[in-house]
Nanobody, 122 residues
């Protein structure tokens, strides 16, 4: 499974960016999809997640500002980032759970995209 992320860039505080991630390859279906960010010196943290049925989850830090959406037919997930703040500056990673057919049956595997840099200037 390959993940191609795009949409990062430089924006002024208060501005907006839209991240996209497309999954391709051999899989039965994509279950949960999400975006994470890499906090320097810490583990990656969740920014937004969405289940296959559309249930979403956000940490308090982005609620009301970020919106995650997905297209199951295209195996894509997007993150609309509004009212960006300088503290949102980070590398953002797409993550998906892909269900694959194996000789032993169906298994779900986690995949990460390559990361896309979001820089918010003050």
């Amino acid at each position: 499974v390959q993940l191609q992320a795009s949409g990062g860039g430089l924006v002024q505080a208060g501005g907006s960016l839209r991240l996209s991630c497309a999954a391709s390859g051999s899989f039965v279906r994509i279950n949960a999809m999400g975006w994470w960010h890499q906090v320097p010196g810490k583990e990656r943290e969740l920014v937004a997640a969405i289940t296959r049925s559309g249930s979403v989850n956000y940490p308090d830090s982005v609620k009301g500002r970020f919106t995650i959406s997905r297209d199951n037919a295209k195996n894509t997930v997007c993150l609309q980032m509004n009212s960006l703040k300088p503290e949102d500056t980070d590398v953002y990673y797409c993550r998906v759970g892909a269900v694959e057919q194996t000789p032993a049956g169906l298994y779900e595997y986690d995949y990460w995209g390559q990361g896309t840099l979001v820089t918010v200037s003050s």
